[in-house]
């Protein structure tokens, strides 16, 4: 283990961590929020010292697989730490297992809160916890590859990139790391910035357009209203959010596809039509079903509301224009399959992915047509390419592993004695980083009645969601922490 190199990552992640935190601090003081701007001041000298003291450490030799996994792991548990602090020396959050839970959730784009009242809460603090949708959904490893030149020609960046980035295989877009760390973050810009201005069209405020885009972006779902988007009653607000929603859902790799007029590429690819052919019957079957419930507001408003949570569930935004607690349970079945589908690779999305579930569908006949016919040789294919037998098994271990994970954090948060479909939707929700289950977790509840065990378990299922598990269960390895191996 190259512990130099993997400190001084950490420490160049914390420098932009503070420095993400100077316009949270300015909204502070503009608003006349003493408290908040004290906590921000106080929390940006910490985490930058510390920062500078790490970062300015020499490296020595190369990183590989296994210092990427562990930097990004450690990258993000410390920038939950840190970006907790604020929360917690202004007071808005009394209990630190609390304010680290919300902070994780902010971080990883789960969206989970414990927070029974948003909308008297500073605003520093509300856009502080809206940014670090933002900052999470694309990744702060990736920012940094972005900006700083860390490539040393012997493929170190390449290691951080796969650690963080969603999907069963992240690649290159570009020929070097830091040219497609720099498209990616252009995208996710510009299509952040077009949607601000959209809901700024529609009348809603610079403030909540900001917040609402920052958090739709991430397809986080921390809003700064207690009723979530649902207090935005324009059917155009909502609609632009929902649509927004569904394309940060979608592979970023796409988005440059098309910059390059490579419109075939894109239209070909299996991922992409199969999420937007879940996400359409999906809307039309909940929409039917709960047009009894919409007599008085009527069609239009049942399939918005329909498309709306479909768009949500399935990006793992969490948002909500509605209480689909109440909705029949064919409706609430869909949505908690949903849960698990997820979005797409390579997208700001979490959950298993669109590509894992065609993956394993493809080696399912794959192995079916084995039986039938044992001598014959048969290719699973995805977008024409015959798929590695490392990314299989890749996916297979992954799915192993997800669903140990979720059995076993059932078991331990079951012990705080609520319903079963709180404990097993809360556990599904954090670990799909999607935030809003059903019964107490819904869209209307929260996770403040968790003990702070059970608060801890779900954080800890969210970084295994969002880092997609392997860099986080290599923490627990022994043999990762070893100089040679």
Known sequence: MNYRAVLRYL????????????????????????????????????????????????????????????????????????????????????????????????FTTTGASILTEIESLPRGILYWRSFTHWLGGMGVLVFLLAIVPLARGNGDTLHLLRAESPGPAPGKMTPTIRQTSRALYGIYIFLTVLETALLLLGGMPLFDSVT???????????????????????????????????????????????????????????????????????????????????????????????????????????????????????????????????????????????????????????????????????????????????????????????CVICMLSMLLVSLDEFSMETTVTSVIACLNNIGPGLDMVGPTGNYSQFSLISKLILSLDMLFGRLEIFPMLLLFYPRAWKKRV
């Open 11 to 106: 420490g160049q992640v914390l420098n932009i961590e503070a420095l993400f935190m100077i316009p949270a601090l300015l909204i502070s003081v503009g608003y006349g929020e003493p408290g908040g701007a004290k906590a921000f001041l106080l929390t940006i000298a910490v985490t930058f010292v510390l920062g500078v003291l790490l970062s300015h450490l020499r490296i020595r030799g190369n990183i590989y697989a296994r210092e990427g996994f562990v930097t990004v792991a450690l990258s993000w548990i410390a920038m939950s730490f840190f970006g907790a602090l604020p929360f917690y020396f202004s007071g808005a959050i009394p209990s630190f297992v609390d304010c680290w839970f919300e902070t994780v959730s902010g």
């Open 212 to 402: 609402n885009a920052l958090a739709t972006a991430g397809t986080g779902g921390f809003a700064i209203k207690n009723a979530s988007i649902a207090a935005y009653t324009s059917p155009y607000l909502q609609g632009v959010i929902a649509v927004f929603m569904m394309l940060f859902g979608v592979n970023f790799n796409l988005y440059y596809l098309l910059l390059l007029r490579n419109f075939r590429s894109v239209w070909k690819n299996e991922e992409l039509r199969t999420y937007l052919g879940l996400m359409l019957c999906a809307t039309i079957v909940i929409g039917i079903d709960i047009l009894p419930l919409y007599q008085e507001a009527g069609t239009g408003k049942a399939f918005l509301d329909s498309f709306f949570q479909v768009s949500s569930i399935m990006t793992t935004t969490g948002f909500a224009t509605a209480d689909f607690n109440l909705w029949p349970q064919l409706s609430r079945l869909i949505l908690v399959l949903l849960m698990f589908f997820g979005a797409s690779a390579g997208s700001t999305g979490g959950g298993i992915k669109i590509s894992r579930l065609l993956i394993l569908g493809k080696h399912m006949k794959r192995e079916m047509l084995t039986m039938l016919r044992p001598r014959s040789v048969h290719i699973a294919r995805m977008d024409g390419k015959s798929l590695e037998e490392d990314t299989i098994r890749g996916t297979t271990a992954f799915l192993v592993a997800y």
